[in-house]
């Protein structure tokens, strides 16, 4: 049975944004709102040298918003801009309907897409500590709040609900957040520990991080034309043509203005990517707002102090786009990910990025049954480019490259490596 959906209305204060930022604000509010199964009915938008204190909006225009709920008998009000918890009690004493911000709408989404037992944490740890300075101390005006859109996860929690309790919850998510993150951590180190070559997937949400990730691997994940259709970190291997093996690791889609409660709450998800040797930065090259989707990663990137990582650039979907492109960053491949023949072409992309960050190295390994664990060792951690048997000595002669943290690196190839 198809669930009836709610009818919404959005709200948005321009301020100081040029016409064209604000156009995307609302455009992409309008996706989050379809994302959480909400159908926009109307829109309201206000041009204001700076946002009102008591409504961010001002008392005529809740007027009008009043009257616009009334006659459209609309469920929810989502506001763009971030309401405070006075912002929200002078609102809800006029409108009816149930009124929440753009950070509850995305908490929400969060809370639809969480499969894994850490991510429901996440979104729990972070969906409390948002409505708790919410929650307490208006009464009627938070029990419009009701269910659906801006309720899931423990926004269902009842709003009777005492503080001590409240707070008592979100010291038991954070227990078990650190156990969690104590797995995650020695996963981490046991990976890099291995020399395996590791590659995160980055980029705005919706720009096909998760189709990629399916095509370049054997992995099965979630694949819809929506926000944050991934939300717990995935990691698969990946094989090259050349036998070399590296890890891909599909991480949550960002998007601007991305909530400081969710950078905090999935601290340990972002921190996956951390640990990568190289980033690929997927980007929707369709998308009429490409340029705003590059910087709000790129700025993402930095604020999580990544940017020291390589970052190549795949843009995608070009099976969608109408006339010319023009790529801003470097290096990049322009592709589209349902075209084998691009797949092929891609993965033959990314391993020449890889090798210039690859240090080579040559070894000389004995013909004897502990050589031939070492070789095997060597082929699975290293990519082993010649293999030469010297028969004089019964050795082979083995070149390759390998991680500059491998184990297989002398000092001297490391040095080399520095001087070149």
């Known amino acids: 049975m198809e669930t009836t959906k709610e009818k919404v209305i959005l709200v948005s204060v321009q301020t100081k944004q040029s016409d064209r930022q604000f156009e995307y604000e609302l455009d992409e509010l309008e996706k989050l709102t379809e994302t959480a199964q909400g159908q926009v009915v109307a829109v309201l938008t206000q041009k204001r040298d700076r946002k009102d204190g008591r409504t961010l909006i001002g008392k005529g225009k809740l007027e009008e918003l009043k009257h616009l709920t009334e006659e459209l008998e609309c469920d929810t009000v989502i506001f763009e801009q971030e309401l405070s918890p006075r912002n929200m009690k002078n609102i809800q004493q006029e409108i009816e309907c149930k009124v929440i911000d753009r950070i509850q709408l995305i908490l929400d989404i969060f809370a639809m897409r969480a499969t894994s037992k850490e991510g429901q944490l996440q979104v729990s740890l972070a969906q409390l500590n948002y409505l708790l300075p919410r929650l307490m101390g208006q009464g009627v005006n938070m029990s419009r709040l009701g269910g ?48 395996i070559f590791q590659i995160g997937l980055i980029g705005y949400t919706n720009a096909g991080k998760s189709t990629l990730l399916n095509r370049l691997t054997d992995a099965e994940t979630f694949e819809e034309n929506q926000l944050f259709a991934t939300l717990d970190p995935l990691t698969r291997k990946m094989n090259f043509p050349n036998k070399y093996q590296a890890t891909l690791t599909d991480t949550v889609g960002f998007v601007q203005n991305l909530p400081t409660q969710l950078i905090h709450a999935f601290h340990s998800t972002l921190e996956e990517s951390r640990g990568m040797d190289l980033f690929l930065h997927v980007v929707d090259a369709s998308s009429e707002y490409v340029e705003q989707q590059e910087e709000t990663v790129l700025n993402l990137i930095k604020d999580l102090n990544m940017q020291t990582t390589p970052i190549v650039t795949v843009y995608n979907k070009k099976d969608l786009l109408e006339g010319e492109f023009q790529p801003r960053l470097y290096p990049n491949i322009v ?69 500059r943290n491998s184990k297989w690196l002398g000092e001297e190839n490391v040095d080399d490596a520095n001087d070149r």
Do not use: C
């Open 148 to 195: 659906g859109i801006g309720t899931r996860g423990p926004g269902e929690t009842k709003l009777e609900t005492d503080r001590r309790h409240i707070n008592k919850q979100v010291t038991e998510i954070k227990r078990e957040l650190q156990e969690t993150e104590s797995h995650r951590e020695r996963a981490r180190i046991k990976r890099q520990s291995s020399g």
């Open 335 to 403: 592709i589209s990910s349902l075209d084998s023949d691009d797949i092929q072409l891609l993965k033959e992309f990314i391993w020449e990025e890889i090798r210039k960050l690859l240090i080579p190295y040559e070894m000389e390994v004995a013909l004897d049954k502990d050589g031939g664990a070492k070789l095997n060792s060597l082929q699975q951690d290293t990519f082993v480019e010649s293999l030469d048997l010297i028969e004089e000595t019964n050795h082979y002669l083995v070149k390759g490259f390998a991680k």
